[in-house]
């Protein structure tokens, strides 16, 4: 690519190795987190660090800027927009490469368009590896913006793995879709296992995921991902099975039924990640102690 210095905004695990993959690309990035550590982690391997937001957009090359931010969804990116506006000038690119709720993502590319500054929502998918070694990036907002963050884009994609989906808010909501998506895989996947492990057969998981990634309608990155991870731990014995996440699925399902679009898939899947974080349930002593009623059905003690 062309070498060209960006500002990159939240140094996680997700962000710090989306700086990583831009340096090793050819890129460049002024960096800025709340943990002084991560921004001198960064430095170290040739980033350049802000003491502040201020300071970040001021170490960029003048307008047009193109500044990412990697940061919670919800009040964080708001604090962050808060901070940066005084230093941004009309020609700059915003692009929230968060889960942001698509609404506020339209609210915000609203609020900066004011003040001239150019708002990109892009859901990016791919995790950790994808992260360092190419993203699947979804972008909403105004073509114009996308064409000048375009560079950028490609740098830190896959080949393929970006495209302008829409105005602003098609960005995330195409990944909350995606994202939706993702959880109904994740708990097929979850369910296929747990059968296998009630099997009266002692089946090897570890080689059943790596069979099923060789030929088989089911194969793909989730499947090389669990065959790994019962490589680690044939049967995740180190581990409890509570889920976290849940945000953007949540959020999927109440705009499917706003829709009137039926997604039972998604939306028992976000009920079980709900249903896991429950030691116990006073709705399932309710349906065992009925069932012990009307059936004389056996019950399990506390």
């Known amino acids: 690519m062309q070498a060209k210095w960006y500002g990159v905004i939240g140094l996680g695990r997700m962000g710090g190795a989306l700086v990583r993959n831009l340096h090793k690309v050819g890129g460049h990035a002024v960096v800025f987190d709340v943990n002084p550590g991560s921004v001198a982690e960064l430095e170290a391997e040739g980033a350049v660090g802000a003491r502040d937001l201020g300071s970040l957009v001021d170490l960029l090359p003048k307008s047009p800027r193109v500044i990412w931010m990697m940061v919670p969804a919800g009040e964080a990116v708001d604090n962050v927009i808060r901070e940066l506006k005084p230093h941004l000038k009309a020609g700059d690119v915003l692009i929230d490469g968060g889960n942001s709720f698509y609404r506020d993502s339209v609210r915000r590319a609203a609020e900066m368009e004011e003040m001239g500054v150019q708002y990109l929502d892009c859901g990016s998918s791919g995790g950790l590896e994808g992260a360092l070694n190419g993203l699947c990036l979804m972008v909403g907002g105004k073509k114009e ?7 950028l884009f490609r740098a830190i994609s896959q080949p393929g793995g970006y495209a302008h989906v829409g105005p602003s808010g098609a960005g995330h909501f195409v990944k909350m879709v995606h994202n939706g998506i993702e959880y109904g895989i994740l708990q097929a996947i979850g369910e296929g296992f747990e059968l296998l492990e009630a099997s009266p057969f002692d089946v090897d998981n570890a080689q059943v995921a790596e069979l099923w990634n060789h030929g088989s309608v089911v194969r793909g990155w989730l499947m090389e991902l669990a065959a790994r991870a019962f490589r680690n731990d044939p049967h995740l014995e180190g581990i409890r099975g509570e889920v976290g996440g849940g945000s953007t699925g949540s959020w999927a399902i109440e705009e499917a039924w706003k829709a009137g679009v039926p997604t039972p898939v998604i939306a028992m899947s976000y009920a079980m990640r709900l249903r896991s974080r429950q030691e116990d349930t006073m709705s399932g002593k ?17």
């Open 145 to 151: 913006a996308f064409e000048l963050a375009e560079p």
């Open 286 to 302: 309710v349906v065992a102690a009925l069932r012990r009623e009307f059936g004389g059905h056996a019950v399990q003690a506390k």
